[in-house]
């Protein structure tokens, strides 16, 4: 499976974007997403960027006010994911300019399509800046 | 915006408006989003298409980042799926993928939507499509839908080939039927040239690999090529993941990756593809010394990185290694040891792991020390973390690392005292298991119960509230090896117990008994005392012949016991003030003995049974009438229940104590009192040794005829129905009616009870009597190991101050690292006492997975061929198939393969005995292909003609199955066994 899951949560702890690739209840969900925070957002920037929580490893790379965090299982390569998370934030980074945590608010709809052409069903598809951003810039118009 | 009602589209609020609301109602935010939800619920129900959108765009935006529920819009998100506009769709499928599931009800309803939209023209109405199913994948939609996806699995456009790609993963795990029909062509394309539907497969068949990797390896050779050419790292990242699947299943496999790998290590620069290849050296490739070498270089160039992430992964491959190549982490213990006191949690706990993994019997003490004294000073969190890993690590398989007991039960007592300790229950239950499985070091188990109990300051941590019960269980257990059972008997009895919960004073309470009837058995069998001991047979060497000279011995031997002077000293006036009563020539005998005492621990067992006096006994009765007493009206049932026991014993047996006037040793006539029956019975009753219990021996208890256990209870109502008085209703209904009807019915019930109950436990009874099972006897089964080496030799400096442990233990390690010479020995170890092989080791029974076994049945079937249908009708056939083949998997399923893997037709026994030889035929037959350009080896090409000839040979007998295979024919590799690396 790969990827389990992916969450952008602020500095306060709230989650701005959330997408799963398996299907959890709403509650579980947020128990997950009240521990992950909690543990990863009282780490400093020297401490790694791997933290192991129940059966999951959580990855997780903090842009400005933003964490990003990706739920992986065993099989996946911790350091891929890492490179992983930096370019969803420079393909943000060329479709909105200059990202940040408000764009993601307001335009959650985009930030969801541009992982589904990155990621489906928990595997990495598409790492090339420019064909995620084609799509979704057609899409636009259409 | 086309003709959205006048009304609608004035007052409707956008998802934007909603966003900038609930940034404006921070604090009400629940009544902001419940109010915008009644909106909303008014909103889906509009047949205008573009309010329903926005509409169901709000809700979804709601669902997936607050959470609320928003099952009333599934229905509306389905009927806007149908739009022909294709941002409703958008919006459609994307509230889909956020809220659905494969069980959500109306998914029915979306399969033909679905259909038309993966047979749509506009490329991304598929991918939408697509998309949408790869999250909601049910068994139906699957079953439906495969025939689209297979076409598309081979469409012209790479934005929907990839994603059909990822999407059959899906599908394959909702219906394994799909695997006959779309696998060739998901095959076909690892060799495309697009590099993302490269990944795409790739990754799919990482997945699939990692489940069952067997079935793949007739591919091994598309991957070897993708291995040796992409220059795409993710691509080889995957493609390293499938091999260190592979690897282990096919030597021959693993040896011609090796240089590949290395080549990639040598020539990447990125680290995640680095690690990636580390980790399959290390995973799959452990044999392969050279290899091995290179990664653990490698592994150090993580390590001495400044990037804690580097650092992390680097331990943890580390700990991968350690298993069979030790010598890595030797090189590497002197950063091991370091990271033990990093900064990041995270890595400390990996260092932790490891220094665990590299204990040895040799050094397990010296590492403890070490540990502990790390504990002493870490944070409470990785202090546990410590303590836990060092208590699994010790009594990892019934404690086969721990040589001296004796140490480690004084450790166990160290543990206790350090501040931040929350493993009492687990130091409880080892304390307590060491007790019954090791007989030789229960005095010095005693002793550590005692120094823990005596402490009042531990009684008010809650952490250790079960290690002080396993404490006083032990001590009333074990009581006769105490050196001094009236001062346990103080220390049960002191009046901080008060802070213990209740079920833990109870255990106090009896203990406090086991050592009282202790204390009054042997000063009314005084006589016989060193007699018994001797009979009583404890292994203990030392009986009455040698206590006699020790007895005679001048006080100045006591000297040399310096070391326990403190508790020596505490006994000596502890005697005095008991002893001043009795005799003056008792006095100063009793008090030398007790002074020897602290040596030979032996010895002492049998000494200090001479040390009660009449005036001992009636104090120490008194102490535990005043200390008992209140308790006697105690709401606990458990503690009122123990202290009347206790209390009714001591009202038995003390008027007689108090009115025998007592004589000097020799000249008893107490035999002849109640008392000292009453005490030789329950001392009888103690006397029995308790020894650890098999888990399944309940298991292996036949069920005796006529006793029904599953039986359903709620047809007693109707069979006492006829019995009970008219007033029939449940028991629970009134107290008086219960009382009333409970007569007649628990008579009725008795008479039916009574006879199946009393008969089997008679037939139980028997049936122990002659199998002697379930009790084992402590000899049941014992290491029979009497030439260990000790635990630690004293060549070590043993002074280990609590500073500097980081070099300390960097030197041992090194010392210990190294095979020892296993010399003097100066203790053997202790016999543990275990229990059948399933002792501990519970077999999780059955596999949870079938879907998997059914998937790579699936695979294994059109990698080799059998199938009879033709790979592009599928759409009308396989429905008819699937119930036919699926008992056929199963089948082939339960066979074991046979050692290669490759040869998978299970069904055919005949087949499958000749399957080594076979195998490797077909691999050396298929090598003369030019595939790869490593195979131009001196000699290769001879044998490969030679192995074709053979290989012939083989051919007329396999004929019936070839023939078959060459009607499919579709692509050159898939019937026979595509080996071309092996």
Not at chain 2, 143 to 165: C, G, H, M, V, Y
């Amino acid at each position: 499976m790969g990827i389990r899951f992916i969450l952008m949560v602020n500095k306060q702890g709230q989650t701005r974007l959330a997408q799963y690739y398996e299907y959890l209840t709403i509650e579980e969900r947020r128990a997950l997403e009240g521990e992950i925070v909690r543990k990863c957002l009282t780490r400093t920037e020297q401490q790694c960027s791997f933290v192991e929580h129940r059966k999951y490893k959580i990855v997780y790379r903090r842009y400005a006010s933003l964490f990003f965090m990706v739920g992986i299982d065993n099989e996946e390569n911790e350091l891929a994911i890492l490179e992983f998370i930096h370019l969803v934030v420079e393909t943000m980074d060329r479709h909105f300019g200059n990202v940040c945590e408000l764009d993601i608010m307001f335009h959650l709809e985009k930030a969801h399509f541009m992982l589904e052409e990155m990621v489906m069903n928990g595997c990495i598809v598409e790492t090339s800046k420019s064909s995620i951003l084609t799509p979704i810039q057609l899409m636009d118009r259409a | 915006m086309t003709g959205p009602s006048l009304m609608d589209s004035l007052f409707q609020r956008t998802l934007e408006d909603l966003i900038k609301g609930l940034r404006l109602h921070l604090v009400h935010e629940s009544t902001f989003i419940s109010k915008s939800l009644d909106e909303i619920r008014r909103e889906v129900r509009s047949p205008d298409l573009d309010t329903k959108a926005a509409a169901v765009q709000k809700v979804t935006y709601l669902r997936s980042l607050h959470g609320v529920d928003d099952s009333f819009a599934a229905f509306p998100a389905v009927e806007l799926a149908a739009s022909p506009r294709f941002r409703h769709k958008q919006i459609a499928y994307l509230a889909a993928s956020v809220s659905f599931h494969s069980a959500t009800a109306v998914l029915l309803l979306l399969t033909n939507q679905l259909r038309k939209d993966l047979n749509s023209s506009n490329e991304f109405e598929v991918s939408l499509a697509l998309q949408c199913l790869s999250v909601v994948c049910n068994l139906d939609l699957a079953r439906d839908l495969t025939p689209e996806i297979f076409t598309l699995l081979s469409s012209s456009k790479q934005l929907i080939r990839k994603k059909a790609i990822a999407t059959i993963l899906r599908v394959f795990g909702e219906y394994p039927d799909a695997v006959r029909v779309c696998f060739k062509r998901l095959v076909e394309n690892v060799e495309s040239s697009d590099p993302q539907t490269v990944s795409a497969v790739v990754s799919v068949f990482c997945e699939l690999a990692s489940r069952e990797p067997n079935s793949y390896l007739p591919l091994a050779p598309e991957f070897y090529r993708v291995l040796v050419d992409s220059r795409n790292n993710w691509v080889l990242i995957k493609v390293l993941k499938i091999f260190a699947n592979l690897a282990p299943l096919e030597p021959r496999l693993a040896k011609r990756i090796i240089e590949p790998i290395g080549e990639h290590m040598r020539r990447t620069g990125a680290k995640s593809l680095m690690f990636e290849c580390i980790r399959t050296i290390v995973t799959s490739l452990s044999d392969y010394d050279s290899a091995v070498r290179l990664a653990v270089a490698k592994v150090q160039e993580f390590l001495v990185d400044d990037d804690p992430n580097l650092k992390y992964l680097g331990l943890q491959a580390l700990s991968i290694v350690v298993p069979k190549h030790s010598w890595a982490v030797v090189e590497n213990k002197e950063f091991v040891i370091k990271s033990l006191s990093d900064t990041d949690p995270n890595i400390k706990l990996e260092a932790l792991r490891l220094v665990m993994a590299m204990v040895s019997e040799d050094d397990l003490s010296e590492i403890c020390r070490v540990l502990l004294n790390y504990a002493l000073k870490s944070d409470p969190e990785f202090c546990n973390e410590i303590l836990g890993s060092v208590l699994a690590t010790c009594s990892r398989n019934v404690y086969e690392i721990i040589i001296d007991f004796d140490w480690y039960v004084s450790v166990l007592g160290e543990m206790t005292r350090i501040p931040h300790c929350q493993k009492g229950e687990e130091i409880e239950s080892q304390l307590i298991d060491i007790g019954m499985r090791v007989k030789d070091v229960r005095p010095e188990l005693v002793h550590v119960g005692r120094d823990l109990l005596i402490d009042p300051a531990l009684l008010g941590n809650p952490f250790l509230h079960r290690v002080l019960s396993a404490a006083a269980w032990v001590s009333g257990e074990y009581v006769k090896f105490s050196k001094n059972p009236i001062e346990l008997m103080e220390a049960l009895l002191q009046p901080r117990t008060g802070l213990l919960p209740s079920s833990i004073r109870a255990v106090y309470i009896q203990s406090a008994f086991k050592v009282l009837t202790f204390c009054l058995h042997s000063y009314l069998f005084a006589k016989e005392a060193v007699a018994s001991s001797s009979s009583c047979a404890y292994d203990l060497e030392s009986g009455a012949s040698d206590s006699i000279p020790e007895k005679g011995c001048p006080e100045g031997s006591n000297l040399a016991t310096s070391e326990a002077l403190a508790s020596s000293e505490q006994n000596e006036d502890f005697n005095r003030s008991f002893l001043c009563q009795s005799v003056e020539d008792n006095c100063t005998e009793n008090d030398g003995d007790t002074l020897v005492a602290p040596g030979p621990s032996s010895s002492s067992a049998s000494l200090n049974k001479l040390q009660f006096t009449r005036g001992s006994i009636i104090n120490l009765l008194d102490l535990i009438k005043t200390a008992l007493g209140p308790l006697a009206g105690s709401h606990e049932v458990e503690v009122q229940e123990r202290a009347w026991n206790v209390l009714g014993l001591i009202k038995l047996v003390e008027q007689e104590i108090q009115d025998t006037p007592m004589q000097n040793e020799g000249k008893f006539v107490m035999e002849e009192l109640k008392a000292s029956e009453i005490m030789k019975l329950m001392h009888d009753a103690f006397f029995g040794e308790l020894g650890p219990v098999s888990k399944s021996a309940q298991e292996r208890v036949p069920i005796p005829d006529g006793l029904m256990l599953k039986e359903n209870l709620n047809d007693l109502e109707t069979v006492c129905g006829d019995v009970q008085l008219p007033s029939t209703c449940s028991f629970s209904l009134g107290k008086p009616h219960f009382e009333e009807s409970s007569g007649s019915l628990f008579d009725f019930q008795k008479k039916e009870e009574l006879e199946p109950s009393s008969e089997s436990t008679s037939m139980l009874a028997e049936h122990r009597k002659r199998h002697g099972l379930y009790y084992l006897p402590s000899e049941i089964k014992e290491t029979t190991s009497s030439d260990y080496p000790p635990a630690n030799e004293s060549k070590l400096a043993i002074s280990v101050s609590v500073s500097d442990d980081v070099d300390y233990l960097v030197k041992l390690t090194e010392q210990s690292l190294v095979p020892k010479k296993k010399s003097n020995q100066t203790k053997p170890r202790p016999i543990v006492v275990k229990l059948d092989e399933r002792d501990g080791v519970r077999i999780a029974a059955n596999k949870p997975e079938s879907k998997n076994d059914l998937i790579s049945g699936a695979v294994r079937e059109v990698l080799l061929g059998n199938e009879g249908i033709p790979t592009s009708s599928q759409g009308k056939h396989f429905d008819k198939l699937s119930s036919k083949t699926r008992g056929k998997e199963k089948i082939a399923i339960v066979q074991p393969l046979g050692s290669t893997g490759l040869l998978a037709n299970a069904g055919n026994s005949e087949l499958a005995n000749s399957s080594p030889r076979r195998s490797k035929h077909v691999s050396h037959g298929k090598e003369k292909k030019p595939r790869s350009p490593r195979n131009n080896a001196e000699g290769c090409e001879e044998r490969s003609y030679r192995d074709k000839k053979k290989g012939d040979h083989r051919h007329v007998k396999n004929k019936a199955r070839q023939s078959a295979d060459g009607g499919v024919n579709v692509v050159a590799q898939t019937p026979v066994i595509p080996d071309f690396l092996l």
